[in-house]
């Protein structure tokens, strides 16, 4: 029996660095339904956001952005991505310049879908435990992989050095704690065609359930 929805269902899709979570979202957004990513919001508003930037400039230095405005991507990384407490100390703190308005723009978006009558919308975000909004999703979709899989797709697509990669996942849960958590799981391991047709199943399922709020 169909389970019939009331109200717009809001489903995080979240996984590890390297683990495909955004090619999970595309996938998604191809089979026509939402999907926002507040990732992709994170970075924009680093650049346009003019409270959040003077205050990314006061923390790290001029050094944080370039001379065209635009953000200094790898002096950041090398800032807050690394083995020391002195990393730890200056994600968090770069997290708690970003994450606040990212979590404004999330809702807001999610209220205007409401209001249009949106019966489903997904949200991509790769701190979704991390930050403790797991509670604001009805449900919450994790992209696991292998350790070894996730490296080789970070360092194709970014350049990134193994050990950098390492200690990027380590800065992050774990993907086994993540895969507790989480109310589905999408394995990607596999060809991108096989990714696909998982995300096609797994849609099937998710239309049909019901919010829970």
């Given amino acids: 029996m169909e389970v019939i929805q009331e109200g717009t269902l809001v489903i995080g899709i979240t996984g590890g660095i390297g683990c495909g979570k955004t090619t999970v979202s595309h996938f998604i957004s191809e089979l026509g339904y939402i999907v ?33 405005g635009s953000l200094n991507s790898q002096y950041i990384s090398d800032l807050v991505f690394g083995k020391t407490d002195e990393h730890t100390k200056r994600l968090s703190q770069l997290n708690s310049i970003v994450h606040p308005p990212v979590i404004d723009y999330m809702i807001e978006e999610v209220q205007k879908y409401e209001e249009k009558g949106e019966p489903l ?9 991390e930050a403790e909004l797991e509670e604001g999703f009805d449900y919450v979709i994790v992209v696991d992989s292998t350790e070894e899989n996730a490296i080789q797709r970070i360092t194709q697509r970014t350049g990134m050095t193994e050990e950098i990669a390492r200690i990027r996942m380590k800065q992050q849960i774990s993907q086994q704690e993540k895969k507790q958590l989480a109310d589905f799981v999408i394995e990607n391991n596999g060809t991108v065609d096989e990714l696909k047709q998982s995300v096609k199943t797994l849609m099937n399922i998710v239309k049909n359930l019901k919010v829970i709020k």
Avoid at 121 to 129: K, N
């Fill in 36 to 68: 926002i990513s507040t990732d992709e919001k994170a970075k924009e508003l680093m650049v346009t956001d003019f409270n959040i930037k003077n205050k990314i400039f006061r923390a790290f230095g001029s050094e944080s952005y370039n001379s065209d």
């Fill in 121 to 129: 919308v997904f949200i991509e975000s790769a701190l979704i435990y």
